[in-house]
């Protein structure tokens, strides 16, 4: 009885009343302060950076209130000069808030430098097969006579002899010295 005394009550409704409205304030007070918080609807479209400079591209990027984020360099291209944007991500014309980081990957300076394998007594198909599989290229061929046609007695850069493991910039042209099959 007392219980039910208590919901009809005047105290109660007032104290309902109190919560309602608590709760709406707060209820307002979240989802409209949390939109001008975190800057709800106010975006930057990403610019543009392929095919730029990386200094270009971090000047367009500081305009636009972006941050730059350099990944590690991509497999080197040579229709592009050293140190462009190959790639970037978000990509441009994405709407993007301010101070979002825009990761991007640059075209080294050069082709990757790699040890040259051992050739050394081997054949030519297998040697040429090696090359490629390590990113170099097959050059010139010289046959010099020795008892082992198409077997690899040297290799050469460049006109000099190199030995294996002697390290070179990959998509170079590497000689090969082979026997003839003649004593």
Do not use: C, W
Request: proline share 5%.
């Amino acid at each position: 009885m007392k219980l039910f005394r208590f919901i009809i009550s005047n105290v109660f409704f007032k104290n309902l009343f109190y919560i309602i409205i608590f709760t709406l304030l707060i209820s307002f007070i979240i989802f409209f302060g949390l939109g001008f918080v975190t800057e709800h609807n106010n975006y930057v479209k990403v610019p543009k950076l392929f095919g730029l400079n990386v200094s270009k591209a971090i000047e367009t990027a500081k305009n636009k209130s972006l941050k730059i984020i350099i990944m590690d360099s991509a497999k080197f291209n040579p229709n592009y000069p050293p140190l462009t944007v190959l790639e970037q991500f978000p990509n441009h014309d994405m709407e993007v808030k301010k101070g979002r980081k825009i990761y991007l990957t640059l075209n080294p300076v050069g082709y990757k430098k790699m040890k040259v394998p051992n050739l050394i007594q081997i054949t030519l198909r297998n040697a040429e097969t090696l090359l490629n599989a390590v990113g170099f290229e097959l050059g010139e061929l010289i046959y010099k006579d020795n008892i082992g046609k198409d077997m690899v007695l040297e290799m050469r850069h460049e006109g000099k002899k190199i030995e294996p493991g002697h390290t070179l910039p990959q998509r170079e042209k590497i000689d090969l010295v082979l026997g003839n099959g003649k004593k």
